[in-house]
């Protein structure tokens, strides 16, 4: 059974999900709602909580079980630009998209051709395994822009396969044994050992849901938008400056940086999009005129002070 999902982040972390009961070990940062260092008993609180969160986490563990190399993603980014364009190994628009994604503001990096070149790699040969017709596919859906996509796209591979498809949709919040409500952007979210408690949400798509979305998917190829976006949980086409309005809510009053802008357009706004998105829209508001320039930074866009317009 192949696994499927929408990212090369969520990708990992089901791979990591596979084996959970282990500890998965890794870095952490503590992150602190006050100005200045951190004193040492205070970080040394957050490992010490840190490292019991981990012992909770690992003792509730549920495996999913399987082998790493069935688990796929469909990485390609569905909800931004042409999709009426075939999916090829060789240069395609849907690669050139991708190019100019992993590429943004990393100028003279010498390897990032190559870096390119092997995720698209590892993108293509996650496609072939999905176009093999596997006997059963799971998917691990969230309401991500990108993933209600990637599931279209997928049904209309395997609209006349024997594939067996069920979902595994990811709930917009969750309340925890200990009473707090976890809100989730996606399985981006999800600790890998939380994944296989949500085996209770396991549903199989119905021969006529899966024609239904492969037909949608088809609508929207004819359309061809430049973006494409959910509402009230539907797919539908849009223009790049659909979620203009709510970046322009996070213009500062004097000045801030970039990043900040994109801080808030994601986590106050909720813009289910990807930073790199929201930093081309924010160019796109400098050259217009909307939002002004006042200190570049040397290193990157992302440093750089601007300011509303006068």
Request: charge should be neutral; include cysteine.
């Amino acid at each position: 059974m192949l696994e499927m999902c929408f990212g090369s982040s969520v990708k990992s972390a089901l791979i990591l999900a596979q084996d959970c009961h282990r500890s998965i070990g890794g870095a952490f940062s503590v992150i602190a709602n006050k100005k200045g260092p951190l004193g040492f008993f205070t970080k040394k609180k957050a490992l010490k909580d840190f490292k019991a969160r981990q012992e909770r986490l690992e003792q509730a563990a549920v495996p999913l079980g399987g082998h790493r190399e069935d688990v796929v993603s469909i990485s390609f980014g569905l909800s931004l630009g042409d999709i009426k364009a075939p999916i090829c190994s060789d240069d395609c628009p849907r690669k050139d998209l991708i190019r100019d994604l992993i590429s943004f503001e990393r100028n003279g990096q010498e390897d990032i051709e190559n870096e390119i070149n092997n995720f698209w790699r590892c993108c293509i040969d996650d496609l072939h395994k999905i176009e093999n017709d596997p006997a059963k596919a799971r998917v691990w859906l969230d309401s991500t822009p990108d993933a209600k996509c990637g599931l279209m796209f997928l049904t209309n591979i395997l609209k006349d396969s024997h594939t067996e498809i069920s979902v595994v949709e990811l709930p917009e919040r969750i309340k925890r044994p200990d009473n707090i409500t976890v809100e989730y952007r996606g399985w981006g979210d999800v600790e890998p050992q939380l994944f296989g408690s949500f085996f209770n949400r396991e549903r199989t798509l119905s021969k006529a849901e899966t024609a239904a979305l492969s037909a949608r998917w088809q609508e929207l190829i004819v359309e061809n938008a430049s973006l494409r976006v959910v509402e009230n949980g539907q797919v539908k086409s849009a223009d790049i400056s659909y979620y203009d309005n709510l970046i322009e809510k996070e213009f500062p009053n004097s000045s801030c940086k970039v990043a900040d802008i994109i801080g808030n357009a994601l986590g106050k706004q909720k813009i289910p999009t990807g930073d790199i998105f929201i930093a081309k829209r924010i160019m796109h508001f400098i050259e217009s005129g909307s939002l002004v320039t006042v200190e570049s930074s040397k290193e990157g866009f992302y440093r750089s002070v601007v300011a509303r317009a006068k």
